[in-house]
């Protein structure tokens, strides 16, 4: 059974940073596009950041110099690291797996088959 459980929200005040992780059991995340998104009240769900099989990633123009996206294949867990944070990063944020080695350049959560169940994250001025 595909699994996906996201870890490492909280709250911070704007400059601080917070480390997201997703355990994933079912399938080998590393094998697969396995990305973040976010979503804040009152807004559509929004690609943040990706990373296909091979490495190749995408990222939101918003967070492009300041979030990055990792992989742990020995713990099957995807990492968020968020730096320099700003209030408009205040969402809940999903990780995310799709049945494809790749990631399209634009990241849409319809392309996306299994959810986590979200962690907040709150940036405070």
């Known amino acids: 059974q595909v699994q996906l459980v996201e870890s490492g929200g909280g709250s911070v005040q704007a400059g601080g940073s917070l480390r997201l992780s997703c355990a994933a059991s079912g399938f080998t995340l590393s094998s697969v596009c396995v990305a973040w998104f976010r979503q804040a009240p009152g807004k559509e769900r929004e690609g943040v950041a990706a990373i296909a099989r091979y490495g190749s990633g995408a990222f939101a123009d918003s967070v492009k110099d300041r979030f990055s996206i990792s992989r742990d294949t020995a713990k099957n867990t995807l990492n968020l690291q968020m730096n320099s944070l700003e209030p408009d990063d205040t969402a809940m944020y999903y990780c995310?797996?799709?049945?494809?080695?790749?990631?399209?350049?634009?990241?849409?959560?319809?392309?996306?088959?299994?959810w986590g169940q979200g962690t907040q994250v709150t940036v405070s001025s």
């Open positions: 995310a797996a799709r049945l494809n080695a790749y990631c399209r350049d634009v990241l849409r959560d319809y392309d996306f088959n299994y």
